[in-house]
C-alpha cells in the first residue's frame, strides 16, 4: 500500500487501530482526517482489515437464525438459474467467504456440481485468511483466494462465467461507471448485483447510504452503460432492514468464445500469468506476485520485476 510508505501514516495506524477499538466508524474517521466525502481504496482496505474476523462469528452466530438463512436461499435461487456445466465463478469482495459459503449451501445438488472452480478476491489479506479458514471448516470445495483490488481485478478478460457481488461495490460510491466497466470487462455470461437498493429505500435508508459513501447510481449507471439488465428487483430481505438489498442480473452478450485457460491476470496489464513454484509470473510482462499461504497476492503493488525469472 503506497499510504504505509508515509511515516506518518504507519504512526497514524496506531491512533487507527484505538479510533477502532473505542467502536468508531474507520472509512467515517478517515474520510474525517482527510477532509473528504468518497471513500478511497485505502479506507477501505484499512476499515475492513481491522475488521476481519468479525464477519466470521457473525457467520457462526447467524447459521440458526431462519431470517438470515432465507436471504441466502433466495440469493442462492437466482445465482442458480444462471450456473451451466463446468462454469467458473467469481466473487469480488468476497470478504470472509461468508455469503459464498452460504449461497452455497443452498444451491441445489446438481448445480454445485456444475461448478468447476469459484475464485474469492478482496484486496485485504486478513480477510482472506479467515475466508480459506471457513471454506475449510465448512467444506466448499474447488475454491482459489486471491488479493486483488475490485477496480483493477488481476483477472483476464472475459474469464468467468458468472461474477456474483455481495455488498462489495457498496463502499465505492461515486465510481458506479468504474466498478460495472471492470465487473463487466471480467464477466464472460453473467453479472449478479446484490447491493444497496437506493432506488427501492426509504428517504431514511438512502440518508444512511448517502452519509456513508455507498453506491446510490448504480442502477442508474447500469442503464446509462446500455447493459443488458435481466432481472432487477428488492430481496424480500436484507441482512441490514436499513440497507435494502436489491438483485441486479446483467447478461452479457456476444462472449460465447471468449474464455480464458487461466483466469489470473497481471493487473497491470491484464496479461494472463501462470503459476511458478510460490509465485503467479507473466513471462511477458516480467513481472512476479508472491502467492502466501496459498493466496496469490495480485495487487498493483505486490508486483516484482524479475526480467530472469524463466530462467530458473
Known amino acids: 500500500m503506497r499510504w504505509l510508505r508515509e ?10 487501530k484505538e479510533a477502532y477499538n473505542n467502536g468508531e466508524n474507520i472509512i467515517s474517521y478517515l474520510k474525517k482526517i482527510d ?13 475492513y482489515d481491522f475488521q476481519a474476523g468479525t464477519y466470521t462469528k457473525r457467520f457462526e452466530k447467524q447459521l440458526d437464525d431462519s431470517r438470515i438463512q432465507d436471504i441466502y436461499k433466495e440469493m442462492a435461487y437466482y445465482v442458480g438459474q444462471y450456473i451451466d456445466e463446468g462454469d467458473v465463478i467469481l466473487e469480488p469482495g468476497t470478504g470472509e467467504a461468508s455469503s459464498s459459503i ?11 456440481r456444475k461448478i468447476s472452480k469459484i475464485y474469492g478476491l478482496d484486496a485485504s489479506f486478513s480477510r482472506l485468511k479467515y475466508a480459506d479458514k471457513c471454506l475449510k471448516k465448512y467444506g466448499v470445495k474447488n475454491t482459489s483466494l486471491v488479493m ?14 458468472v461474477v456474483v457481488t455481495v455488498h462489495a461495490c457498496e463502499p465505492n460510491g461515486g465510481k458506479e461507471h468504474d466498478v460495472l466497466s471492470e465487473l463487466m470487462r471480467v464477466t464472460k455470461k453473467y453479472l449478479i448485483l446484490f447491493e444497496p437498493a437506493y432506488d427501492f429505500a426509504t428517504e431514511e435508508m438512502k440518508r444512511r447510504m448517502e452519509h456513508h459513501g455507498y453506491v446510490i447510481n448504480l442502477y442508474d449507471e447500469i442503464k446509462n452503460m446500455g447493459l443488458d439488465v435481466i432481472e432487477h ?3 424480500k430481505e436484507s441482512l441490514n432492514p ?18 480464458a485457460d487461466n483466469i489470473l491476470a ?24 508472491p502467492i502466501i499461504d496459498d493466496i496469490a497476492c495480485m495487487m498493483e503493488d505486490n508486483a516484482i520485476l524479475a526480467t530472469k525469472y524463466g530462467e530458473f
Not at 486483488?148 to 462465467?161: E, T, Y
Not at 436499513?242 to 471468449?258: A, L, Y
Not at 491484464?270 to 506476485?289: D, F, P
Open 233 to 235: 428487483r428488492l430481496l
Open 102 to 112: 452460504n449461497t452455497y449451501k443452498y444451491l441445489e445438488d446438481d448445480t454445485k
Open 148 to 161: 486483488g483490488d475490485m477496480l483493477n481485478m488481476p483477472i483476464a478478460d472475459n474469464s468467468c462465467d
Open 35 to 47: 477532509k473528504r466525502e468518497n471513500n478511497s481504496l485505502d479506507d477501505i482496505i484499512i476499515s
Open 266 to 289: 497481471d493487473p497491470i496489464s491484464k496479461i494472463q500469468c501462470i503459476r511458478k513454484g510460490n509465485v503467479m509470473w507473466s513471462e511477458e510482462t516480467m513481472l512476479i506476485y
Open 242 to 259: 436499513m440497507n435494502p438489498t436489491g438483485v441486479t442480473v446483467i447478461k452479457k452478450d456476444n462472449c460465447n468464445q471468449c474464455k
Open 7 to 16: 511515516e506518518k501514516m504507519r504512526t497514524d495506524l496506531k491512533r487507527i
